[in-house]
């Protein structure tokens, strides 16, 4: 019996290095599918890894639908047995029902692969329906990890490695954008927005690496275990102890 399995996780913990190992290995065995994807960081209409991998894909849109996809495929005689769902926190919760369709009416696999939250720890809209509609929710084993070490729980985005918890849901980036250190005050030059994985405990005190360097250098005795917006104002210089 077919499948909607959702395998989720945080970025940088693999989740497209698998959607395209699962994707080989099911073509190999003669098996045809299709791979879908929205918002990859190498662009529209590819999926890609951060280990070097990179294949093209359907690009999704507002406007697709997943039970007019494979049933106009089928329709030309093309061989459809599974779909290989990659960013899937991006897609609208319709579109995660057109997935479970597809695989209740028309006996069709579907992996989707996906973050669960967004930066400031809430649910994707299309997550949170794949974990509702989900035959199985499958949490990556490859543990992404915090700059401390300790496994990394959630997506932090910086803003020229400050932490920030207000903004768009949706904005591209990835965990291994630099911060342009030329500029650190971000006058006359287009901030840059990254992302970042973190411990718990990391990402409620806001301590990214790049905070955590910044007041090693100003202060070698200063914990880590502080809030970096306590110990940070907004001009990135440390508040006075007075």
């Not at 904005?171 to 971000?186: F, H, K, L, T």
């Not at 901030?191 to 360097?213: D, I, K, S």
Request: one cysteine or more; a negative charge.
């Amino acid at each position: 019996m077919a499948e909607l399995v959702f395998f989720s996780g945080t970025m940088d913990c693999g989740k497209s290095t698998l959607a395209l190992q699962m994707d080989y290995n099911h073509r190999a065995r003669g098996r045809g599918g299709v791979r879908f994807s929205r918002n990859d960081r190498a662009g529209g209409s590819r999926i890609s890894s951060r280990l070097g991998l990179e294949t093209g894909c359907v690009e999704v849109l507002d406007s697709t639908d997943f039970w007019d996809e494979v049933v106009q495929r089928r329709t030309l005689g093309l061989r459809v047995d599974y779909l290989i769902c990659d960013e899937a926190q991006f897609y609208s919760p319709l579109q995660v029902e057109q997935l479970a369709r597809v695989v209740d009416e028309i006996d069709v696999d579907v992996f989707a692969f996906g973050i669960s939250a967004d930066f400031r720890t809430r649910l994707f809209p299309g997550s949170q329906r794949l974990i509702e509609l989900a035959d199985r929710v499958q949490v990556l084993q490859v543990e992404a990890l915090c700059w401390c070490g300790r496994r990394a729980t959630h997506n932090a985005r910086t803003v020229d490695g400050v932490m920030v918890t207000e903004g768009a849901q949706v904005v591209v980036g990835d965990v291994d954008m630099a911060v342009d250190a030329s500029d650190p005050s971000g006058e006359g030059r287009t901030p840059v927005v990254g992302y970042e994985t973190l411990c718990r405990r990391h990402f409620m005190r806001r301590v990214t690496a790049h905070g955590a360097n910044m007041m090693a250098e100003q202060d070698p005795l200063l914990p880590f275990e502080v809030d970096a917006c306590l110990w940070q104002g907004s001009n990135g210089q440390r508040p006075s102890r007075n």
